[in-house]
């Protein structure tokens, strides 16, 4: 028996699966296909790790899914793997994309030049912590994601301050390197980057995590004008007020055991 032939032929069906969804299915912007990811520790005999096994997830534009589960379920490494920071074990990834010849762009495939085009635009990220940059400012921080999309210097910046403003971010930090910024200062400068370009997918790992009742709320209210526009969202929100105002549908995770993982998908309530 040719193995593999087998793994050749199941992972072409794959591609051929996902190719008529996106082309039957417009508002589709993102199919994850029993998506697996082990961490090999080399340094310990390659000792295996299974972080995430056999997750799937569909998501459309307008929808917010939240990811549920006990630590160690998971679900920081799923959007790592969503976002192309992880590459996956295993499954399938796959997202809308106009750019690439059949409208959309396997991630578990994808070459490095491609990863990145679709980072700038179609796939924003929030993680949990802020990448300090020395020297630079908050607000070009901020700016950096449109002015690499070929938007007008100026207007970035101007844009910038907009959400900077909403976001609570003193005017007076505008103009400094956030590596002195609080914690929650921080974390706002590092959604407002992840928002500005008004991304049409939005992966968003604990943004709240640091912020108090009066910016939680802020947030939510930006992921809201999102998804209106049309955004289709992945989001880990540990504060259950945040999760519920924002969640359409909720994914639950479990921690893998014995080469399982169960994943349950449940419309919000």
Known sequence: ????????????ARVA??????????????????????FTLHGQG??????????????ERGECIVLVGPSGAGKSTFLRCLYGNYLASGGSIAIRDEGAPLEHLEITGAAPHDILRLRRNVVG?????????????????VAAPLVSR????????????TLLARLNVPQRLWPLAPATFSGGEQQRVNIARGLIAQHRVLLLDEP??????????????????????????VGVFHDEDTRER??????????????????????AA
Not at 125 to 141: C, E, G, K, N, T
Not at 208 to 225: F, K, P
């Open 125 to 141: 990220y929030v993680s949990q912590f802020l990448r300090v940059i020395p020297r630079v400012s908050a607000l070009d921080i």
């Open 150 to 161: 070929g938007v007008d210097e100026d207007e970035a910046r101007e844009r910038a301050q």
């Open 1 to 12: 028996m040719n193995f593999t032939s087998l793994t050749a032929e199941s992972s072409a």
């Open 46 to 59: 390659g000792i295996g790790i299974e972080a995430l096994a056999g997750v799937s997830l569909d998501v």
């Open 17 to 38: 699966r996902g190719t008529r969804a996106f082309v039957e299915r417009p508002a589709l912007m993102l199919r994850a296909e029993d998506v697996r990811k082990t």
């Open 208 to 233: 709240t995590a640091s912020l108090d009742a009066q910016n939680r709320e802020v947030v939510a209210s930006l992921i809201g004008e999102a998804r209106e526009r049309g955004a289709a969202i």
């Open 246 to 267: 924002v969640a359409t549908r909720v994914l639950e995770l479990t921690a893998p055991r014995a080469g399982a993982h169960e994943a349950q998908l449940t419309a």
